[in-house]
C-alpha cells in the first residue's frame, strides 16, 4: 500500500467549476500536510499547507483536513484553465524533526474553457 | 531573490558514463533535498542534508548514487556508471528552519541515459 495516495486523474472541470482533488495517507500520527501544483515541464510549487483539521482557505484555494479519517483534499474554486496542472498530495514523515517529505503520485486537473 | 538553481538543465549521457548533477540552494536555507522524478514512481526523495550533513539516504537506490555537501552553497548528486534507468528528472530543494518545512524547489535537471 502507497503511504500517499491520489487518484491520478485526469480530472476534468469546466471553467468555473469547483474542482476537487482528495488524497489519502497512511502514517496516522503524520502531522504536515501540503499541496503542491507542477505545470508540464516545471518543478513543484507550493500552494497549500494545513497542519490541524478543518478548512483553511487562501484565495480561491480551501485545504481541508480529517486526521481521523486520514485524508485531505484540496479545493478550486472558479477554476480557471490556468489551474490546469497537475497537483501533488505530500505528507511530512511523522518522526521528531525529519523533514523529509512524501509525495503522492499526483492528480491532473484539466480547466476546459 | 535567485531560487534554487541547478545544472545542468539537460544531459544526455550514453550507459556506463559518470554523471554530475549540482545545486544551489537558496541563501540561508539549512535544509537541501534531493528528489527523482519518473512517471512511473513519482518523485521519490533520494537523500537531504541539514547543515550540510547527510540525515537520511535511504533513498538512494544504490551504491551508483552518492551525494555531496562540501558547504552551505553547494550540492552534488553524481551516478557512477549510469543506466538508462535513471533516466528521469532530477530535482534539488531546499528549505529553512524558520519557515515551517516549505521546500522550494529548483528547475530540475532532465537527465537521460542511451
Known amino acids: 500500500q502507497k503511504e500517499v495516495e491520489q487518484n491520478s486523474g485526469p480530472l476534468s472541470v469546466p471553467e468555473g467549476a469547483i474542482a476537487s482533488l482528495n488524497c489519502t495517507y497512511s502514517?496516522?500520527?503524520?502531522?504536515?500536510f501540503f499541496w503542491y501544483r507542477q505545470y508540464s515541464g516545471k518543478s513543484p510549487e507550493l500552494i497549500m499547507s494545513i497542519y490541524s483539521n478543518g478548512d483553511k482557505e487562501d484565495g480561491r484555494f480551501t485545504a481541508q483536513l480529517n486526521k481521523a479519517s486520514q485524508y485531505v483534499s484540496l479545493l478550486i474554486r472558479d477554476s480557471q484553465p490556468s489551474d490546469s496542472a497537475t497537483y501533488l498530495c505530500a505528507v511530512k514523515a511523522s518522526s521528531g524533526s525529519a523533514r523529509q517529505l512524501t509525495f503522492g503520485s499526483g492528480t491532473q486537473l484539466t480547466v476546459l474553457p | 531573490d535567485a531560487g534554487v538553481i541547478q545544472s545542468p538543465r539537460h544531459e544526455v549521457t550514453e550507459m556506463g558514463q559518470e554523471v554530475t548533477l549540482r545545486c544551489k540552494p537558496i541563501s540561508g536555507h539549512d535544509y537541501l533535498f534531493w528528489y527523482r522524478q519518473t512517471m512511473m514512481r513519482g518523485l521519490e526523495l533520494l537523500i537531504y542534508f541539514n547543515n550540510n550533513v547527510p540525515i537520511d539516504d535511504s533513498g538512494m537506490p544504490e551504491d551508483r548514487f552518492s551525494a555531496k555537501m562540501p558547504n552551505a552553497s553547494f550540492s552534488t548528486l553524481k551516478i557512477q556508471p549510469s543506466e538508462p534507468r535513471d533516466s528521469a528528472v532530477y530535482f534539488c530543494?531546499?528549505?529553512?528552519?524558520?519557515?515551517?518545512?516549505?521546500?522550494?524547489f529548483g528547475p530540475g535537471t532532465r537527465l537521460l541515459v542511451l
Open positions: 530543494a531546499s528549505s529553512s528552519s524558520w519557515e515551517k518545512e516549505t521546500q522550494y
Open positions: 502514517d496516522r500520527v503524520s502531522q504536515s
